[in-house]
């Protein structure tokens, strides 16, 4: 039978695709999440558990069940402007919650994690692209989360975990079948909110700060789509499972680009041939003015490349999503 990994916030969006892009390899995802923020529809590559991190019993009861090889760790929550006006649910839930799902592993002897980490984790790094030897500094109670629970992958060594985080910079597209996309509740995210003002959705998108030190004023984030993300989950299982490798690592997953908050409403004007109604409004507290990757050692020692690091590509993705989404909508409305 073919290997099982745990995927904690398997429903989520890069959790969904982190789950086809397993099932392409052959493996069988059991997806772990309580459907806070996930989606159930989502889940259609493995089962699926209900459960929390901080459900104990629930966490044995899948690992007990389903005996899996490796721990995919993604399940969190990820909106670094909410950790700021509420930090104890980020403790909580990110660190508190892994530490939970690490006691798991350990009374089950499960010894290989891949841990969804973050950009973030970096703040406003002194030097751009940033290269995992950049100082790991949070700008929110967010990163910080992320941070934390890399130390505690770091230490676990010495209970023999072999870990890979892997420092995301920003998900964006969708699944280029249309079998995924962005679904969160309520969406904090650029890509999915421009391209909501662009359908009508949404009345405006508020341009969050116009006075960073970037050349039209607005942040720079490097944008990677979610499948090349997904696919270097897989890459890092295989890393952790080649003989003698032990430790704890990180990598960037980025495109290695980056794009101003201007740029992405330009791109989506270009796809779409809408022009979505925006205005400008304060700096949302802790947003780094710019992160942009680099993901030469990803590339180097996982063997990763991004297949769609282009803007415009990305963008198409995520607003194909979206389309298809508000086609069935209106279909069942009529
Ligand atoms: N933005 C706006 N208006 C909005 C929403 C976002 O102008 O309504 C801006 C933000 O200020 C930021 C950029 O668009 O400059 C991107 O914001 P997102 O919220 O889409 O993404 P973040 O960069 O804040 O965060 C994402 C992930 C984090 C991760 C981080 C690393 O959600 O998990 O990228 O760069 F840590």
Redesign the pocket.
Known sequence: MADRILVTGGAGFVGSHVCKALAGAGLVPITYDDLSGGNKEAIRWGPLVTGDLADRDKLDFAMTRFKPRAVIHLAGV???GESVADPAKYYRINVVGSLELLGAMRRHGVDAAVFSS???VYGDAAEMPVTEDAAIQPTSP??RTKAAVEGLLQDYVAYGLRSISLR????AGADPDGELGELHEPE???IP?VLEAAAGIRDV?????TDYPTPDG??I?DYVHVSDLARAHVLALERLARPGRAGAEAFNLGSGKGAS?QEVIAATERVTGLVPPTRNGPR?PG?PAR?VADPTRAMQQLGWQPRHDDLDTQIGHAWAFLDSRMGRRLRRAG
């Not at 995301?168 to 998900?171: G, P």
Request: neutral net charge.
């Open positions: 990820i909106a670094a973050s950009a973030a967010y990163g995301y910079f920003n998900a904090t995210h650029l909110l998108f508020e341009i969050y700060g607005t942040c984030r908050v949302r947003d992160l």
